[in-house]
């Protein structure tokens, strides 16, 4: 069963039941928060649910800390005195040095990630795609001036004359490909966002929050030519999935969340 539960004006989730169980128990989803699943026909207060997970209520916080607190990052409950609070969120040793990475590298933590919508995604890739744009032009401008000056002045006498002006234009066709794919894996592996997912505050993360490696952020870029070769059904996807995810995030297992 997936869980949803209002944080202010946001609705956060899907959360699976151990998750939002975990959130009871540290203190987050209180019992005037309102919460949701398929089972119910409305947003409710956690307080006032007749069936609910196995975890306590905000107010029985002494009896929780006897009987053990449960890890925000993989849910296993373990004694109080072996935790380590962050806020809201309690996390056991053994995931301890992955939780600090993620406050260091700006992931959001915990199990409730705040997914980027369609739109603000685009907004990112607009940015992304005047960059490289620009980037193209500095690198073409030199080449085509050089271009059409040689063959202005050229007089081709056989076959491999003219190989040499097919070579350049085979070379400008090249770097169509491999100037996006370098932009984007680089800075996805390095950053885990381009510039213009940067401007917008959006970062790529693994399905648990974690970090893009290199080797999955180049998979992700290549991917990227599958949604828009489809017609950009791949892209717009986003639009209707319930973790914003595009067609090379399913393939990848990747998520564009909004940075905290």
Not at 218 to 231: A, N, Q, V
Request: charged share 20%; net charge neutral; glycine share 10%.
């Amino acid at each position: 069963m997936e869980w949803y539960y209002a944080d202010g004006d946001k609705q956060i989730g899907p959360l699976e039941t151990s998750a939002f169980d975990a959130l009871v128990q540290n203190g987050t989803i209180q019992s005037a928060t309102l919460v949701w699943n398929s089972t119910m026909t409305d947003w409710t207060a956690y307080g006032s649910l007749k069936s609910k997970p196995a975890g306590p209520s905000a107010d029985a916080s002494e009896t929780r800390a006897a009987q053990g607190l449960a890890c925000s990052e993989c849910g296993k409950t373990m004694p109080a005195e072996e935790m380590a609070r962050y806020g809201d969120a309690w996390v056991c040793p053994v995931c301890k040095p992955v939780f600090v990475q993620k406050i260091k590298e700006g992931v959001p933590v915990g199990s409730a990630l705040e997914y980027g919508g369609f739109w603000i995604r685009f907004g990112a890739k607009f940015i992304d795609g005047l960059i490289i744009m620009a980037v193209m032009m500095v690198i073409y401008m030199p080449i085509m001036f050089f271009f059409i000056g040689s063959m202005a002045a050229f007089e081709p006498e056989g076959p491999d004359d003219m190989g040499f002006f097919f070579v350049v234009q085979l070379l400008m066709n090249l770097l169509q490909f491999i100037l996006p794919l370098v932009y984007t894996t680089w800075f996805i592996g390095k950053y885990g966002a381009t510039p213009g997912k940067m401007a917008c505050k959006l970062k790529v993360v693994t399905s648990d929050g974690g970090k893009v490696s290199y080797k999955r952020a180049l998979g992700r870029s290549l991917s990227e030519w599958i949604s828009s070769l489809i017609l950009m059904i791949g892209y717009i996807m986003a639009a209707f999935d319930d973790q914003k995810r595009t067609l090379h995030d399913h393939i990848c297992d990747t998520r564009v969340v909004l940075k905290r």
